[in-house]
């Protein structure tokens, strides 16, 4: 029903950055997005929150580890994401995804924990060479 779509995935080296994107497709009655996020994931790891934000586009909520390096942001009316990565290490090395929620549940920063987000992308490659 809700289809989202990542984008601008590659291999950078160490201290490089990436601007990820994610367009969500929404029907018509839909209308609009709300709560949405990245995540990031590595074989034989975990889901990692990476980044959540709500649907003004005001409260953004970051993993401990991406403060000052990353910001994430949204097109409102075009429903669009993007997730800016500044200063790039080489265990971000991950598959990073969007998700996207359309209902009014809280989006705070325990959503990096517990996302329970009911839309996924497929994700985006992102290497980090060192």
């Known amino acids: 029903q809700v289809r989202l779509e990542e984008s601008g995935g590659r291999s950078v080296q160490a201290g490089g950055s990436l601007r990820l994107s994610c367009e969500a497709s929404?029907?018509?009655?839909?209308?609009?997005?709300?709560?949405m996020g990245w995540f990031r994931q590595s074989p034989g790891k975990e889901r990692e929150g990476v980044a959540v934000?709500?649907?003004?586009?005001?409260?953004?909520y970051y993993v401990d580890s991406v403060k000052g390096r990353f910001t994430i942001s949204r097109d409102v009316i075009n429903n669009l994401i993007y997730l800016q990565m500044d200063n790039l290490k080489p265990e971000e090395t991950a598959m990073y995804s969007c998700?996207?929620?359309?209902?009014?549940?809280?989006?705070?920063?325990?959503?990096?924990?517990?996302?329970?987000?009911?839309?996924w992308g497929k994700g985006t490659q992102v290497t980090v060479r060192s």
């Open positions: 998700a996207a929620e359309i209902t009014l549940a809280a989006c705070n920063s325990r959503r990096l924990v517990t996302p329970s987000f009911p839309y």
């Open positions: 934000i709500g649907h003004g586009g005001v409260s953004k």
């Open positions: 929404v029907p018509e009655h839909i209308d609009q997005v709300r709560c």
